[in-house]
């Protein structure tokens, strides 16, 4: 029996436990708070919980001996914490998987990797993971049939389910939210006609349209990260428009750009808010005098009427309130960390969803064609969001192939090949992720 590895036992790991160890596999699930860990084994008669915090110098002899003990080791942990994992992997000849972009660093091992013969598959999971493989399909396919993509664009949206908009924020967090906030200082950069359009992270929500997904609904579409590279990545070398963006509901991207402007997403601790409230933090912010209105100051300071919702927005959080700031915190990121998560967590009845659309025009001898693509998944009320199946499923079935030796593409890769995307599509279609296909005449 193969042994999997799975280090992480967050928001999105329990759909992936669950498969593998459906299909047989023996899972050791190892995470810091060790009752997580248990919960998602449930008792398998193939599973196992340990206990093992990546933070601690202390505890990498341990994940030295698990990495050891496994055929493949799967990092749902922080993107920082990769690297450490394939340097273990590569000393024991072991694979591994992850859902996060390829670093640098990670990078670093693909000759290695190559040398030993060891799959490091990246970027398995929803975006990026399915979005690669369902764009490279349609890509690939207009090959086959004599065409070529000349404009590509593709958003994803982790959404909550319509009947559960019911914030002023128009989001819920059915996942890490430092990883949404942190985001939102991002740079931005794709090719637009045939131009470099770039921004940077300060102005990533002054550059976002509002856009209709047929069959679904409007949303926000701002540019996500660096879009540049996949022209090169998905071989679109005729593509004079290559775009991926991040779909919200309409209202966040103004909401999002005036809080950035209040600085409340900076990460380095400030002086002096021990035992402050979250009106001091935001009075220092817009440099507003004690007896100053802060609702009417922050408008001013953001170039705002009183009335503005952003404003609104903002006091329903409670940036301007008397609650005291977390002690066991220290900067404005993690403070409004605390916040956002608690007046904007998804309910457990409540359900999410993910919204994937993309789009290509696809250029035939005497001929244009209009292709879209879109997936729309709902969680289940009670039970796994559609988040964390997305992100962990196609991942799982990734393992499965490299263990059953389906997968056998060595070095650092993302499943970008027909030889790892089909069969992936494929068994999340029988799983009901499924996408939508059109075709257009234009």
Not at 131 to 148: E, F, P, Q, T, Y
């Amino acid at each position: 029996m193969k042994k999997v590895l799975v280090l992480g036992a967050g928001l999105v790991a329990r759909p992936m436990v669950v498969y593998l160890l459906d299909n047989g596999f023996q899972v050791t699930v190892a995470s810091r708070t060790v009752s997580k860990a248990k919960a998602l084994i449930g008792g398998h008669k193939n599973g196992k919980a340990v206990a093992l915090d990546a933070e601690k110098k202390g505890d990498l002899p341990k994940m030295d001996k698990l990495v050891k003990e496994h055929d493949l080791s799967v990092s749902l942990l922080p993107y920082i914490h990769h690297p450490l994992v394939a340097e273990l992997c590569l000393k024991h000849g072991k694979h591994l998987v992850t859902t996060s972009y390829v670093s640098d660093k990670m990078r670093a091992f693909d000759a290695a990797a190559k040398k030993a013969k060891l799959v490091f598959l990246n970027e398995a999971g929803l975006d990026p993971g399915i979005d690669h493989m369902s764009a490279m399909r349609i890509i690939h396919d207009v090959a086959k049939r004599g065409g070529k993509v000349t404009s590509f664009r593709s958003t994803t949206g982790a959404l909550q389910a319509f009947e559960a908009n019911n914030n002023p924020f128009g989001y819920k967090f059915s996942w890490a939210p430092r990883g949404v906030l942190l985001a939102s200082k991002n740079a931005s950069k794709w090719l637009e006609n045939g131009k470099i359009r770039e921004y940077p992270g300060e102005q990533l929500f002054e550059n976002y349209r509002i856009e209709n997904v047929p069959g679904v609904g409007a949303f926000e579409n701002y540019p996500n990260r660096n879009s540049v590279p996949y022209k090169e990545i998905y071989g679109l070398k005729d593509a004079k428009t290559v775009y991926r963006g991040t779909f919200r509901m309409t209202g966040w991207c103004e909401t999002m750009r005036n809080v950035v402007a209040l600085g409340l997403l900076e990460d380095k601790p400030p002086k002096g808010f021990k035992g402050k409230t979250y009106a001091d933090l935001t009075r220092a912010l817009v440099k507003a005098k004690p007896k100053d209105d802060l609702a009417l100051a922050t408008a001013k300071f953001l170039g705002l009427k009183p009335y503005a919702t952003v404003i609104k927005r903002l006091e329903w959080l409670g940036i301007f309130s008397d609650k005291p700031l977390p002690k066991e915190k220290d900067n404005p990121l993690d403070w409004m960390n605390v916040l956002t998560l608690e007046k904007m967590e998804l309910k457990k009845d409540e359900r999410d969803m993910i919204v994937m659309h993309h789009e290509f025009v696809a250029e035939f001898k005497g001929r244009k064609e209009y292709i879209t693509s879109t997936l729309l998944d709902f969680g289940e009320i009670g039970g796994d969001t559609s988040i964390a199946r997305t992100v962990s499923i196609p991942a799982a079935i990734a393992v499965r192939m490299i263990l059953e030796g389906k997968i056998k593409q060595p070095g650092v890769s993302i499943p970008v090949s027909p030889g790892i995307y089909n069969p992936i599509l494929d068994e999340l279609e029988n799983m009901g992720i499924k996408f939508e296909e059109r075709k257009a005449k234009l």
